[in-house]
Structure formats: structure tokens, C-alpha cells
Nanobody, 125 residues
Framework: QLQASGGGSVQAGGSLSLSCAAS????????IAWFRQYPGKEREGLTC????????YYSESVKGRFTIASDNAKNTVYLQMNRLKPEDTAVYYC????????????????????WGKGTQVTVSS
């Protein structure tokens, strides 16, 4: 089970942080990913992090501006979003997939096994 929180409204250039609390996994072999979805569009994979090894992937659209981090003691993954742009306005989702990530993770929307509720991020110009 995934519980996403955070989001809100901010002006361009500002920052927001999202959280995704995970529970119910039978092992540490899974990864958490963040996606976003524009109205009428498919969900776009942004970044992911392996629970056990901390391997991280970023899409080019957010590399250098967004940072994913995991607090394993709290079973929570964070997405720090800096230098936000109006085009970052979307509904953001966290998702999880079980499996080992020693070769990395990849946020493939059709491969995710569980999803949190979306949270709206709005960036005004």
C-alpha cells in the first residue's frame, strides 16, 4: 500500500516536496517510482529508487531539478522538486514494483504493481 502526500501550488522557480509512505511489502526487494500525468495524457515516469540498494533513475525531463530519496526507517520515499516550471503542473503519483534492483530501476507505467493516490502540483508563471 502506498500513501502519497504533499503537493500544492507554487510559483515558477519554487520548490515542493512529495512523500510516499509504503507498507505491506514482504521484503525489501522493491522500488518506488514517481510518475506524473497531464490531463488526457498517459502517465510519465520520472524517477525511481530501489529500496534495498538505493539505485536511482531520473528521466531527462527532471534530471537536475528533482531529487528522489528514501528514508528506509520510515518506509518513505521523497521527491524534492526544485526550480519548478509551469509545465511541471500535473497530478503526481507514486508507484511500486517488487523485485531486485541491482541492475537499476525504471519507471515503466505498465510494469508497476501498486499505485498511490495522485496529488496535484500546480506551478504558476
Amino acid at each position: 500500500q502506498l500513501q502519497a502526500s504533499g503537493g500544492g501550488s507554487v510559483q515558477a522557480g519554487g520548490s515542493l516536496s512529495l512523500s510516499c509512505a509504503a507498507s505491506g511489502f514482504s521484503s525489501d526487494d522493491y522500488f518506488i517510482a514517481w510518475f506524473r500525468q497531464y490531463p488526457g495524457k498517459e502517465r510519465e515516469g520520472l524517477t525511481c529508487i530501489g529500496r534495498s540498494d538505493g539505485n536511482i533513475y531520473y528521466s531527462e525531463s527532471v534530471k537536475g531539478r528533482f531529487t528522489i530519496a528514501s528514508d528506509n526507517a520510515k518506509n518513505t520515499v521523497y521527491l524534492q522538486m526544485n526550480r519548478l516550471k509551469p509545465e511541471d503542473t500535473a497530478v503526481y503519483y507514486c508507484a511500486a514494483r517488487q523485485g531486485r534492483t541491482e541492475y537499476g530501476c525504471f519507471p515503466y507505467r505498465h510494469g508497476m504493481e501498486s499505485w498511490g493516490k495522485g496529488t496535484q502540483v500546480t506551478v504558476s508563471s
